[in-house]
């Protein structure tokens, strides 16, 4: 019997969640806000996304690792986070470099993958002086695609270690 996936997102304005919802349908996983998330217990692993604002994870991920930690601890976890709009190596290395922090805030989880993608900005969606900001997605949904392909065998279940 193959173990259920729990996709889970925090976002602010919506790119995020398309993210998770295409890991879901790639992965067979339910796709669920980590806001709205209650409890672990159908699940045998966790994928869990959040964007990266002002050089932060969001709070709903954080909230999500802290109240499941113990949860986490038992059973495969992968993340991801979307954030740098540049196309500059620099830009993802410092986008991971936030997220290892926001990670590095939750010591007991320890990820069997971690992954940064490039964000979306929709002025339309944001308030001045964010408004004039030009449009801009650095999402390669191929290589989205390619990491949500690897994740089935990345998030087997562990199995106990041997006394």
Same mark, same amino acid.
């Given at each position: 019997?193959? /173990?259920?996936?729990l996709v889970a997102y925090a976002t602010k304005h919506g790119s995020?969640?398309?993210?998770?919802?295409?890991?879901?349908?790639?992965? @067979? *996983?339910?796709? $669920?806000?980590? $806001?709205?998330?209650?409890?672990?217990?159908?699940? @045998?692993?966790?994928?869990? =996304? *959040?964007?990266?604002?002002?050089? #932060?994870?969001?709070?709903?991920?954080? #909230? !999500?690792?802290?109240? !499941?930690?113990?949860?986490? =601890? /038992?059973?495969?976890?992968?993340? !991801?986070?979307? *954030?740098?709009? =540049?196309?500059?190596?620099?830009?993802?290395?410092?986008?991971? @470099?936030?997220?290892?922090?926001?990670?590095?805030?939750?010591?007991?989880?320890?990820?069997?993958?971690?992954?940064?993608? =490039? *964000? #979306?900005?929709?002025?339309?969606?944001?308030? !001045?002086?964010?408004?004039?900001? /030009?449009?801009?997605?650095?999402?390669?949904?191929?290589?989205? /695609?390619?990491?949500?392909?690897?994740?089935?065998?990345?998030?087997?279940?562990?199995?106990?270690?041997?006394?």
């Amino acid at each position: 019997m193959q /173990e259920r996936i729990l996709v889970a997102y925090a976002t602010k304005h919506g790119s995020t969640r398309e993210v998770a919802e295409r890991i879901g349908e790639l992965t @067979g *996983g339910d796709v $669920r806000s980590a $806001r709205a998330v209650d409890s672990l217990e159908r699940y @045998g692993a966790v994928v869990l =996304g *959040g964007a990266l604002y002002m050089s #932060r994870w969001h709070k709903d991920a954080h #909230r !999500f690792l802290k109240r !499941f930690e113990s949860e986490l =601890g /038992e059973r495969p976890l992968a993340v !991801f986070a979307l *954030g740098p709009i =540049g196309q500059e190596p620099v830009d993802a290395t410092q986008a991971r @470099g936030q997220l290892d922090k926001a990670l590095a805030d939750h010591p007991a989880v320890r990820p069997v993958a971690v992954e940064i993608f =490039g *964000g #979306r900005i929709d002025p339309t969606q944001l308030r !001045f002086p964010f408004s004039r900001l /030009e449009a801009a997605d650095s999402r390669d949904w191929d290589a989205i /695609e390619r990491w949500a392909a690897e994740l089935p065998q990345l998030l087997r279940p562990r199995l106990p270690v041997p006394v």
